[in-house]
């Protein structure tokens, strides 16, 4: 058990270690070269120092019960972290659409259809890619759990919050080391998507496809704003909605998550009684394993556009909301990478590097194969983006971007960034990512592969269309 004094001290102590983070950052240019944010270092540190690690070698040194045979950071410190990921992971998804301009879903398409195409294609052949090793090498020659199969995907494009914020659902589902592998990809993800990328950007230059001058990114390089700028106009709104207000702007942002959040719950608790009372009764439940962070997500687009119903967007300030997820994603990714085990991930290492292996040749291969089809124009450029994503996070694709593309020429951002409101309520972290290991558990690897196939085969017959209407135009423009 733990108090209110404990909470306290361990989020303190968490931000001391993502200042010793950026410290260690600075001294050592192989980290800025893997552009890691400072929280996976933060972490890395917390791990070192905690018992798996320093704890270790004092009880090897010392013997057992020893000043540091726990390493640095007390028990009580340690369940609150243990803890953390899954509650802070709610926030990262709740402040995800807030305060973003939400076109209609016809718009979006009209503007980024090869783009969502391409994105979807990546991470349901995640799935597919997942389940056929699964099936072919990690159960028979592993004895590896079924739920394995989901673990690229959660990692690769789900990344550290999301590997964090499933653990309780492992648990759950009876496959506890499911949390720790999947923390363990997505740091191979990230780490493998800037190399691969960085490869990838030099080999594009050289072989002639990317068109524009290359930039080298710098440490203080900020990442740029996809959303719509804040106009005099949306400024002097605020300001009249906010006269009279004794109330901090980062507290009205925070209570709109909170909202989010709270819609969220409503919704997940719906569809558990609907469950309970419908399906469920025959044995078949899914959504009493869902986590609340996609619906969390699903709360902050409800929020959103009640608020441009009512005239209230305003209130809600893009930058305050990027940094209240960014505080609360840097919490997740500290205390799940603190909280993971070594050993876990010794004993399934097998499992561990046939999963990495795996994601790594799909997304490398599938980004060669099939960018330069589906993209009429600047297709490294644009395809670039989504293979730094589908490996690591958001951050990583558009730094690979900016690598390629630094003056967006292109036009890369703006579908990448439309795009996002294709993908990431379902997959990368959405409803289909927190429900695949149910899914899986309850129907098995074939028919979870018959769900993940067929939509794979949609995405990629939906981009053989688009495929066939570009070549139309091309003809029908070269005839003029």
């Known amino acids: 058990m733990f108090t209110l004094k404990d909470v306290f001290f361990a989020f303190v102590v968490i931000a001391m270690l993502i200042l010793g983070g950026r410290f260690i950052k600075q001294r050592f240019r192989w980290i800025q070269m893997l552009y890691l944010p400072e929280s996976i270092v ?27 045979s726990g390493g640095l950071f007390s028990e009580p410190i340690r369940t609150v972290w243990s803890q953390s990921p899954s509650v802070f992971i709610n926030i990262v998804f709740a402040a995800l659409f807030l305060g973003e301009t939400i076109p209609n879903p016809r718009s979006i398409w009209q503007k980024a259809a090869p783009q969502v195409v391409f994105g979807q294609s990546l991470a349901w052949g ?27 995907e959660i990692g690769f494009e789900g990344g550290h919050g999301t590997a964090g914020g499933m653990a309780e659902t492992f648990v759950e589902l009876g496959y506890p080391e499911g949390a720790d592998l999947a923390l363990g990809l997505a740091t191979v993800g990230i780490v493998s998507g800037i190399i691969a990328g960085t490869a990838l950007a030099d080999w594009g230059r050289r072989k002639g496809h990317v068109q524009h001058g ?3 990114i710098s440490e203080e390089a900020e990442i740029p704003d996809l959303t719509h700028a804040e106009t005099p106009e949306l400024r002097a709104r605020r300001a009249a909605l906010m006269e009279g207000l004794l109330i901090d702007p980062l507290s009205i942002n925070f209570g709109f998550v909170g909202i989010a959040i709270a819609i969220g719950w409503l919704i997940l608790n719906g569809l558990v009684l609907l469950e309970s009372v419908t399906w469920g009764t025959t044995g078949f439940e899914i959504m009493s ?30 930058p305050l909301m990027q940094n209240i997820a960014g505080l609360a994603l840097d919490v997740v990714v500290v205390t799940a990478l603190a909280s993971i ?9 097998g499992v561990f590097l046939t999963l990495s292996i795996v994601g790594i040749a799909w997304n490398v291969l ?12 600047y297709w490294f450029e644009k395809g670039i983006g989504d293979l730094g994503q589908s490996m690591g996070v958001t951050a990583t694709g558009i730094l690979l971007l900016r690598m390629v593309d630094p003056e ?5 951002f703006e579908s990448f960034a439309y795009k996002q409101l ?33 939509l794979l085969l949609f995405w990629l017959a939906m981009g053989f269309l688009l495929m066939r209407q570009n070549s139309r135009r091309a003809t029908v423009s070269g005839r003029i």
């Open 422 to 454: 294709f993908f990431e309520p379902i997959v990368g972290g959405g409803l289909f990512t927190a429900a695949a290991p149910a899914l899986i558990a309850r129907f098995g690897l074939g028919t979870t592969l018959a769900i993940t196939g067929g």
């Open 408 to 412: 967006n020429r292109s036009g890369a």
């Open 42 to 68: 933060a972490g890395a540190l917390a791990l070192i120092l905690g018992p798996q690690i320093l704890g270790a070698i004092a009880t090897a040194l010392l013997g057992e019960g020893t000043l540091l």
């Open 126 to 152: 995640q799935y597919v890619t997942g389940i056929l090793a699964t099936a072919l090498i990690l159960i028979p020659f592993f004895g590896a759990d079924p739920m394995a199969a989901a673990l690229i």
């Open 214 to 216: 290359a930039q080298v």
């Open 366 to 377: 599938f980004f060669l194969y099939f960018a330069p089809r589906i993209f009429p124009h």
């Open 289 to 318: 394993y869902v986590p609340l962070f996609p619906m969390a997500l699903i709360g902050g687009i409800v929020v959103q556009i009640a608020l441009e119903r009512l005239g209230l967007e305003p209130l809600v300030i893009r």
């Open 341 to 349: 085990s070594l050993r876990v991930i010794g004993s399934n290492l």
